[in-house]
Antibody, heavy 117, light 109 residues
Framework: EVQLVQSGPEVKKPGESLKISCKGS????????IGWVRQMPGKGLEWMGS????????LDSPSFQGQVTISADKSISTAYLQWSSLKASDTAMYYC??????????WGQGTLVTVSS | EIVLTQSPGTLSLSPGERATLSCRAS???????LAWFQQKPGQAPRLLIS???SRATGIPDRFSGSGSGTDFTLTITRLEPEDFAVYYC??????????FGQGTKLEIK
């Protein structure tokens, strides 16, 4: 069974850095694209970007380019989403999701990031 | 950028009724590249329909998808209490690579 397990909730101050993770349960993790999706409080879903863990090739959403860094460590079947300087507007639930090619067919449980002074 | 517009924003129905949710794209979307998701409060989204009309594994047959080009529909026949949730359509392949509709909230009347 495919499982994506995300790191726990985070509370940070504006200007701080953060790296959250998404660990896959099966070997096929490295040969599927992993996407990151933001959901701000009470709002819809926004695709941020995706990574192919086997070679770390990335696809970026123009809306998030330069705002976050997506990376992966295939040796431990883990993808990451990173901020160098958080803003209050980064407060949201962040999901990782595996793509079967076109669709996000398996999702992590979400990581809630709260940025507040 | 391909924009997906879902309607209605909120749909109020009773268990046992039929729900029809619409997703309209600003540009033509390949049928293989249109999906529907269900999201319940406090949960991650769940893939319902891929390729515009193919049910994902484990999805009951009361859920069906149809459409092509710029107009797509998710139909839920005989609503069950557990079907009341928010539904999103999503396209793949445009620019940006993935976009989601703003969602339709299906609520109990």
């Amino acid at each position: 069974e495919v499982q994506l397990v995300q790191s726990g909730p985070e509370v940070k101050k504006p200007g701080e850095s953060l790296k959250i993770s998404c660990k896959g349960s099966v070997n096929s993790f490295t040969t599927h694209w992993i996407g990151w999706v933001r959901q701000m409080p009470g709002k819809g879903l926004e695709w941020m970007g995706s990574i192919y863990p086997d070679d770390s090739d990335t696809l970026d959403s123009p809306s998030f380019q330069g705002q976050v860094t997506i990376s992966a460590d295939k040796s431990i079947s883990t993808a990451y989403l990173q901020w160098s300087s958080l803003k209050a507007s980064d407060t949201a639930m962040y999901y990782c999701a595996r793509s079967d090619g076109y669709n996000f067919d398996h999702w992590g449980q979400g990581t809630l990031v709260t940025v507040s002074s | 950028e391909i924009v997906l517009t879902q309607s209605p924003g909120t749909l109020s129905l009773s268990p046992g009724e039929r729900a029809t949710l619409s997703c309209r794209a600003s540009q033509s979307v390949g049928s293989s590249y249109l999906a529907w998701f269900q999201q319940k409060p406090g949960q991650a989204p769940r893939l319902l329909i891929s390729g515009a009309s193919s049910r994902a594994t484990g999805i009951p047959d009361r859920f069906s998808g149809s459409g092509s080009g710029t107009d797509f529909t998710l139909t839920i026949t005989r609503l069950e209490p557990e079907d009341f949730a928010v539904y999103y359509c999503q396209q793949y392949g445009g620019s940006p690579r993935y976009t989601f509709g703003q969602g339709t909230k299906l609520e109990i009347k």
